[in-house]
Nanobody, 117 residues
Framework: QVQLVESGGGLVQPGGSLRLSCAAS????????MSWNRQAPGKERELVAAITSAAGSTIYADSVKGRFTIPRHNAKNTVYLQMNSPKPEDTAVYYC??????????WGQGTQVTVSS
């Protein structure tokens, strides 16, 4: 059974740091493109960062470039979102997603991140 479980959300001060985790079961994360997406109240869900399967290439939304990274730990079958210097506008529910051509996408349940002093 495929499952994505996010954790690590919470309250963080502007300029601090936070690491989100996305633990996968039922498939191997290194064989899929994995992404973090977020949805703020009243806004559409948007892509934050992604890491491709084989090459491990990464892409980032312009709004988080230079602040967030998306490392992958193959042995733990987990993808992370390292959030450095978060801003209040990063407040959202963060979702992990898997993608591979020819298969359905899977989403996690989401984890709330609130950036506030």
């Amino acid at each position: 059974q495929v499952q994505l479980v996010e954790s690590g959300g919470g309250l963080v001060q502007p300029g601090g740091s936070l690491r989100l985790s996305c633990a996968a079961s039922g498939f191997t994360v290194s064989a899929y493109t994995m992404s973090w997406n977020r949805q703020a109240p009243g806004k559409e869900r948007e892509l934050v960062a992604a890491i491709t399967s084989a090459a491990g290439s990464t892409i980032y939304a312009d709004s988080v470039k230079g602040r967030f990274t998306i490392p992958r730990h193959n042995a733990k079958n987990t993808v992370y979102l390292q959030m450095n210097s978060p801003k209040p506008e990063d407040t959202a529910v963060y979702y992990c997603k898997s993608f591979r051509a020819g298969t359905r996408d899977y989403w996690g349940q989401g984890t709330q991140v609130t950036v506030s002093s």
